[in-house]
């Protein structure tokens, strides 16, 4: 997983030297394209556990809207400022 996330970022930089990832290149810049200040990172795993808890919670138990429906509760945040 970590080597794909590594290489769509290296397509992102440089799509001439990944021609069979345009689409996805292309999908990705139009999303950055649309909120202002944006950058791509990579980051240990560690210090993105928060965004990788939220995943995992609407994948495996289906809580597709409960974060943008509800807002964040009181434990997410406690959970993102350990």
């Known amino acids: 997983m970590c080597y794909m996330v ?3 970022l290296g ?3 440089r799509p001439q030297a990944w ?3 345009l689409h996805q290149v292309r999908e990705i810049e139009l999303g950055k394209d649309r909120i202002e200040g944006s950058r791509l990172l990579v980051v240990a795993s560690q ?3 928060g965004t990788t808890f939220i995943a ?3 994948t495996k138990q289906g809580l597709m ?3 943008v429906q509800n807002g964040n509760s009181p434990w997410l945040f406690e959970f ?3």
């Open 6 to 8: 590594h290489g769509m």
């Open 11 to 13: 397509a992102v930089e």
């Open 19 to 21: 021609p069979s990832f």
């Open 47 to 49: 210090a993105n556990r």
């Open 56 to 58: 995992q919670s609407v």
């Open 65 to 67: 809207r409960s974060y």
């Open 80 to 82: 993102l400022c350990q």
